[in-house]
DNA sequence: ACGCATTTGTTCGTATGTATT
DNA sequence: TAATACATACGAACAAATGCG
């Protein structure tokens, strides 16, 4: 009853065979990372993909159930099964955790700094597994809290993005956007972040972010350094963030 | 074919019934609210406990199922399926974020500075859902990585613990114990942490912080609040953590 | 070394409930 | 109301891992 055929050399350590359902899951894996289901639209319903699969509902319902939990898919009752897109409100502070003291809900304005193409230095290029002098593009900007009656900068964002990737991508087009940042990348790059990887660090501002912060300098800031990764494990987006927490702090769940 | 008779009372607006699975979970939990069956130990199998409950086999697995990814219980092809307990390896480094940024497996000595019981201070009190003046145990302690030949502090905790459900948490019981903190109270005082929220933040090491990290004063630091919580979502641990991150990372995975 | 019983893991099929359009 | 889609629940069978005799 394998609808997937049995991969042709199997390695010998490694698991010789896997469940149906996660054959299924990389089936459905692949789809999106070939764009047959953009971000936000539906994917056929479980009882279309198991006739398309030849394998029972039942099973396809656990595959997708998989993808739900790591949030590449959203299932809606009654009207389907959806591509997580950074487009929703929900999904909008799952890569976002700094939060107010206060407890008042998070509402960052933008200021973009600086959008330029690049060789990619080695550090970079060696993270984003990159070649030696590939392109990339590197963008700054500043997110502010509004204070009172005016706006203080609370986070100091470096960006670093492949090239070839992110082709036209400039600072009129950033400025011109209205909404996520990861969106954006959905729609007009076709670049879907799913996951990503931070390293927290306490460090001292240094004399330019401690300028752009509006901080004394040896302020003590939250540096959360993030690797994002697209569909197949590839990262995709280097960041480096400078957060100011005197009002502000990263919240994480332990589970 | 309802094993389990409906609430008495429905909220208008809540949903006014829970899914048979629903209601077999929140049977398990008070059972191992109730100390039934105990950290480590294995709960009865499926069959067994589709007999008890009168469902079937598959609604007690998707019961377990969700607990199971939510770290409450492990489950072990062919053995059976345990309360998760901190004694293990694997759940070890659920709670402890902090990695070398060599790479290298962490590998931290502890030195345990103080242990005494007190009236809660309010902020902890409330934190800990305590009534005013009621008891609270404090410890303090450091974490202590390899440098070379000797030990380099990297953590200085701060504890505090209602006193009421760790009567005769002394000094040298914790200075006799071998092994994670939680197993100690897991095993000794029956509380067992399933879930935690952090508040991380950077901050100036202050004087005597400064001393113990053996840092100058200034130095900025990875300030991490925890508030634990076991079942029943009773907060049971409130912890401040000062970390030096000079050659270590807190390690978080956003998806 | 082998087989057997136990337990979870996978897969199928079917029926019914609930939400949406 | 009807059609569609996901959600819940049941039952059955076999596979894989484990431990014991």
């Keep these: 009853m394998s609808a997937v055929t049995a991969p042709a050399a199997p390695v010998p350590q490694a698991p010789a065979f896997s469940p ?30 198991a006739a398309r699969f030849r394998v029972s509902q039942g099973t396809v319902r656990k595959a997708i159930d998989e993808l739900a939990t790591e949030n590449v898919l959203v299932r809606r009752q009654g009207k389907g099964t959806f591509v997580a897109t950074h487009a929703e409100q929900a999904t909008q502070f799952r890569f976002l955790r700094l939060l107010p003291d206060d407890g008042s809900p998070p509402a960052l304005q933008r200021r973009l700094l600086e959008c330029r193409r690049m060789r990619a230095p080695t550090e970079v290029a060696r993270l984003l597994a990159l070649g030696v002098g590939e392109a990339a593009v590197q963008v700054r900007r500043l997110l502010l809290a509004p204070q009172g009656d005016d706006l203080q900068p609370v986070v100091l964002d470096d960006l670093w993005l492949p090239g070839t990737l992110f082709k036209g ?48 300098v040896g302020t003590p800031l939250l540096s959360v350094e993030r690797l994002a990764y697209t569909y197949g494990d590839r990262p995709v987006e280097l960041r480096r963030g400078l957060y100011h927490t005197a009002a502000h702090h990263y919240r994480n769940e332990l589970s």
Aim: aromatic fraction near 8%.
């Design 20 to 49: 149906l359902y996660q054959q299924i899951k990389a089936l459905l894996l692949k789809g999106l990372e070939g764009g047959e289901w953009l971000p936000g639209q539906a994917i056929p319903s479980e009882v279309e993909l």
């Design 169 to 216: 991508l400039t600072m009129e087009r950033l400025q011109a956007w209205r909404g996520p940042m990861y969106r954006l990348f959905e729609a007009q790059f076709a670049v879907h972040m799913i996951r990503a990887e931070e390293k927290l660090r306490a460090v001292a501002a240094q004399a330019d972010d401690a300028a752009l912060l509006a901080v004394p």
